[in-house]
């Protein structure tokens, strides 16, 4: 039976706001550019957090954590550390929804020093590979203030715009203009969208909360996101205890900016999910096919939990030895978005789960349309690749993806059922 689903948006209460909606940030060469200052704090004093520059490992996060705190005053720490609960651990989205689906402080409201010591907290926290970890969450960023400013070429209205593709994409309209940003695709940005502050695409609409006090001791979680990523690290005792859900996605899928430099910063998930399929001869294909239709991930934002109770697709025990392979190296992207050390412990856990992990496609194995969809699910790895038509380059395919785990999500601090 076929089965459409677009992604459902739960308002959630923030406990905590900003003060103030400041415009004008910009991401330029993988770092921030604020076009105004950090308020002033009222009386309550800021608390003063210990830093180690010497750290390594986790250590490290903590330090660079607490480091960003320090340049905070007492408000903006109070918008920044946050209880590790399960309604604060699960406000991430794929969409342009600003803060009525995240926690934490905004970007658009930190001056140059603070912005400059969040990336050092995203940098130590991030996997080191090229498109993966903290170079590809600056390019989804970055891919984001393309789209604002292709939604602001055209005249849009103000409000935020729905990422979620209609069930008929020829019901869309026509757009009014065929302007384009110059560091933009060759494309059509739509007559509608927008905007910055609380809503909306830029790199100015990016939360960063920490849940739970950094430390080497307890439990606490790295939360970062907007638009298109979503990053859910939870610590525990000095440990990486999870690294998942962890979200990407890009609109558009690859761009030039003035400088001649073309970014496509999920092209290393999308061409191993390629050299996969690619492998399967017409029996593997056939036995791989999914009977369902996706528009989306299964398992995007409010979805926790509700992993298939079945596993579909060929197991990876079918395979041949270079095909397993294969099968690793499509996981691997999704999984160096953590540091490189968690990584590699990930995927020997997956490598020695492999023979009963599966793998399943739905729409055709060419990635090239709506409807396009891949999935790998493990024992306890869940990926997720998907084509959906552009909502704001409408005549290009734009990509969601997900990377779960179906025992260390929110570093199983949460029970789902």
Same mark, same amino acid.
Request: proline residues 4%; neutral net charge.
């Given at each position: 039976?076929?089965?459409?689903?677009?992604?459902?948006?739960?308002?959630?209460? =923030?406990?905590?706001?900003?003060?103030?909606?400041?415009?004008?940030?910009?991401?330029?060469?993988?770092?921030?550019?604020?076009?105004?200052? *950090?308020?002033?704090? #009222?009386?309550? %004093?800021?608390?003063?957090?210990?830093?180690?520059?010497?750290?390594?490992?986790?250590?490290?996060?903590?330090?660079?954590?607490?480091?960003?705190?320090?340049?905070?005053? *007492?408000?903006?720490?109070?918008?920044?550390?946050?209880?590790?609960?399960?309604?604060?651990?699960?406000?991430? !989205?794929?969409?342009?929804?600003?803060?009525?689906?995240?926690?934490?402080?905004?970007?658009?409201?930190?001056?140059?020093?603070?912005?400059?010591?969040?990336?050092?907290?995203?940098?130590?926290?991030?996997?080191?590979?090229?498109?993966? #970890?903290?170079?590809?969450?600056? &390019?989804?960023? +970055?891919?984001?203030?393309?789209?604002?400013?292709?939604?602001?070429?055209? @005249?849009? *209205?103000? #409000?935020?715009?729905?990422?979620?593709?209609?069930?008929?994409? !020829?019901?869309?309209?026509?757009?009014?203009?065929?302007?384009?940003?110059?560091? %933009?695709?060759?494309?059509?940005?739509?007559?509608?969208?927008?905007?910055?502050?609380?809503?909306?695409?830029?790199?100015?609409?990016?939360?960063?909360?920490?849940?739970?006090?950094?430390?080497?001791?307890?439990?606490?979680?790295?939360?970062?996101?907007?638009?298109?990523?979503?990053?859910?690290?939870?610590?525990?005792?000095?440990?990486?205890?999870?690294?998942?859900?962890?979200?990407?996605? =890009?609109?558009?899928?690859?761009?030039?900016?003035?400088?001649?430099?073309?970014?496509?910063?999920?092209?290393?998930?999308?061409?191993?999910?390629?050299?996969?399929?690619?492998?399967?001869?017409?029996?593997?294909?056939?036995?791989?096919?999914?009977?369902?239709?996706?528009?989306?991930?299964?398992?995007?934002?409010?979805?926790? @939990?509700?992993?298939?109770?079945?596993?579909?697709? /060929?197991?990876?025990? $079918?395979?041949?030895?270079?095909?397993?392979?294969?099968?690793?190296?499509?996981?691997?992207?999704? /999984? *160096?978005?953590?540091?490189? +050390?968690?990584?590699?412990?990930?995927?020997?856990?997956?490598?020695? $789960?492999?023979? $009963?992990?599966?793998?399943?496609?739905?729409?055709?194995?060419?990635?090239?349309? &709506?409807?396009?969809?891949?999935?790998?699910?493990?024992?306890?790895?869940?990926?997720?690749?998907?084509?959906?038509?552009?909502?704001?380059?409408?005549?290009? /395919?734009?990509?969601?993806?997900?990377?779960?785990?179906?025992?260390?999500?929110?570093?199983? $601090?949460?029970?789902?059922?």
């Amino acid at each position: 039976m076929s089965r459409d689903r677009t992604v459902q948006v739960r308002k959630r209460r =923030v406990r905590r706001r900003m003060a103030g909606v400041a415009a004008g940030i910009v991401l330029v060469g993988g770092g921030f550019v604020a076009a105004n200052a *950090a308020s002033a704090s #009222g009386t309550k %004093a800021a608390t003063h957090f210990a830093v180690d520059k010497k750290a390594t490992g986790v250590g490290a996060v903590v330090s660079a954590a607490h480091t960003f705190l320090n340049t905070l005053d *007492a408000d903006q720490q109070s918008a920044t550390l946050l209880d590790f609960t399960q309604a604060n651990a699960t406000a991430w !989205s794929n969409l342009p929804c600003g803060s009525s689906c995240r926690v934490g402080i905004q970007t658009s409201t930190l001056t140059d020093a603070q912005l400059s010591a969040l990336k050092a907290v995203l940098k130590s926290a991030l996997g080191t590979g090229k498109n993966s #970890g903290y170079d590809q969450a600056m &390019q989804v960023l +970055a891919a984001d203030d393309v789209l604002n400013t292709a939604s602001s070429s055209t @005249g849009s *209205a103000s #409000g935020a715009p729905t990422d979620v593709p209609s069930a008929d994409p !020829s019901a869309t309209a026509a757009p009014t203009s065929t302007d384009a940003p110059t560091d %933009a695709p060759t494309g059509t940005p739509p007559s509608g969208g927008g905007g910055g502050g609380g809503g909306g695409y830029g790199s100015g609409n990016y939360y960063l909360a920490f849940l739970g006090t950094p430390s080497k001791t307890g439990t606490w979680q790295l939360h970062f996101g907007g638009h298109h990523l979503a990053v859910n690290i939870t610590y525990k005792n000095g440990k990486v205890a999870g690294a998942s859900p962890y979200f990407v996605g =890009v609109e558009p899928s690859s761009w030039t900016d003035a400088s001649g430099t073309t970014y496509a910063p999920l092209n290393d998930m999308r061409d191993g999910m390629l050299a996969l399929t690619s492998s399967l001869s017409t029996a593997q294909l056939a036995k791989a096919k999914l009977t369902e239709t996706f528009t989306d991930v299964l398992l995007g934002p409010d979805q926790d @939990g509700n992993f298939p109770e079945t596993k579909e697709g /060929i197991k990876a025990s $079918e395979l041949s030895a270079k095909q397993k392979k294969l099968v690793l190296e499509a996981i691997h992207p999704w /999984i *160096a978005n953590v540091d490189d +050390a968690t990584a590699k412990q990930l995927m020997k856990t997956y490598a020695k $789960e492999l023979n $009963e992990t599966y793998v399943a496609y739905s729409g055709s194995t060419s990635l090239t349309s &709506q409807g396009d969809y891949v999935r790998i699910d493990g024992p306890s790895v869940w990926v997720e690749f998907v084509c959906q038509d552009g909502v704001v380059y409408r005549d290009k /395919i734009h990509y969601h993806t997900v990377y779960r785990d179906h025992t260390r999500d929110y570093g199983s $601090e949460f029970s789902f059922s």
